[in-house]
């Protein structure tokens, strides 16, 4: 029963996402670029859309991610076959991003806001205004450790960055609790393509810590788990990229 109804809802968000599609032809935001925070956060994407020749060739392309802000850290990107039109090509990338949110789950505890899957790139051509697209790239952040009592405890919201983590030698990154109000900041040092060390300063340094961190690759969803050692002593694990609940369920034990 449950299945059925989801499936349902995915498929009327899709045709609610299909009524405000807009063609490339008619969009007058511009082009995108390599170095765009959408691409940056998905570095398998990029290489597909502007690397491999099967791909960036396509006669159309589409890319769809949660709106606003790529509020998840999720991402559809669907290239022609065959003979499919652009309105194809869209469909199929809004619907697997709307199936892809869906089994990720409530986004509530990190996010104030309504995040929905929409077409943003079709055809080479930014098809929602740039303006609405971040200007760095965010995603879903939970941060667990251990209080003065030695209780786990969970800080909720959204990171961001700007550079490309695991590509780039070092990438700074904030966090905001689930009101968007700032509490972290802190770097990745890169020492292998998916690893390295991490620092971690919140609260204006009224907690804080280091360690290591790895990014990983589906199951359940690209994420990057951080685990370090606060001043104290005390285990602190860093997740970005999965909803509180599904972080917590995945690594909230510490």
């Not at 299909?18 to 935001?29: E, I, R």
């Not at 960036?56 to 991402?75: E, N």
């Not at 065959?82 to 697997?96: H, I, K, N, P, W």
Request: proline share 6%; glycine share 10%; net charge neutral.
């Amino acid at each position: 029963m449950i299945r059925p109804l989801l499936i349902s809802l995915i498929a009327l968000v899709t045709l609610c996402g299909q009524a405000g599609a807009q063609y490339a032809s008619n969009s007058p935001y511009g082009k995108p670029e390599r170095r765009d925070p959408i691409f940056l956060r998905f570095p398998e994407m990029a290489q597909r859309y502007w690397v491999n020749t099967e791909t960036m060739a396509a006669s159309h392309k589409s890319v769809a991610v949660p709106m606003p802000r790529q509020c998840a850290f999720v991402y559809a990107d669907s290239y022609t076959r065959g003979q499919m039109s652009e309105r194809e090509v869209q469909d199929t990338a809004l619907s697997t991003c709307n199936r892809k949110l869906a089994e990720l789950g409530p986004l509530g505890e990190n996010y104030n806001i309504n995040c929905q899957c929409k077409v943003v790139i079709s055809d080479d051509k930014y098809v929602v205004p740039r303006d609405s697209m971040p200007e760095q790239a965010y995603g879903p952040a939970s941060i667990f450790y251990r209080d003065g009592q030695g209780n786990i405890a969970r800080l909720n919201g959204s990171a961001r960055y700007g550079a490309l983590i695991g590509h780039d030698r070092s990438v700074t990154f904030s966090i905001d609790n689930v009101n968007a109000e700032p509490v972290c900041e802190g770097t990745f040092t890169n020492e292998a393509p998916n690893s390295g060390r991490f620092s971690l300063s919140c609260f204006n340094g009224k907690f804080g810590g280091n360690g290591n961190y790895e990014s990983r690759t589906g199951a359940p969803n690209d994420h990057i788990v951080a685990r370090g050692q606060n001043r104290n002593g005390q285990p602190i694990v860093m997740v970005i990229g999965l909803p509180a609940q599904l972080a917590t369920n995945t690594y909230g034990g510490i």
